[in-house]
């Protein structure tokens, strides 16, 4: 079966970075757009940034500039780099492939002084 499994989270000042990971198994990774979700406290889960099998991304527009989502499909693994963390991208973030309904348990990213 598919599985997906997110890591890299923390707790990081305003300003700091992560970078997350998730790494899927169960798929033709190398066929899949992979996609960056997050759910906020009290809030609906958000597309946050896709990145497709040729390695175009797209993003959430407060996002823009400050994250990168890149894949390496040898691995079948993709990433999220967050740079310029703000307390507003507080949540708990998922990956999900485009090729089906797949979700992992998330990881949890706070951000707070």
């Known amino acids: 079966q598919v599985q997906v499994v997110e890591s890299g989270g923390g707790l990081v000042e305003p300003g700091g970075s992560l970078n997350l990971s998730c790494v899927v198994s169960g798929l033709t990774f190398s066929n899949s757009a992979m996609n960056w979700y997050r759910q906020a406290p009290g809030k609906e889960r958000e597309w946050v940034g896709t990145v497709y099998r040729i390695g175009t991304s797209f993003y959430k527009e407060s996002v823009k500039g400050r994250f990168t989502i890149s894949r390496d499909d040898s691995k079948q693994t993709v990433f999220l780099q967050m740079n310029n963390l703000k307390p507003e991208d507080t949540a708990v973030y998922y990956c999900?492939?485009?090729?089906?309904?797949?979700w992992g348990q998330g990881t949890q990213v706070t951000v707070s002084a």
């Open positions: 999900k492939p485009s090729s089906g309904d797949y």
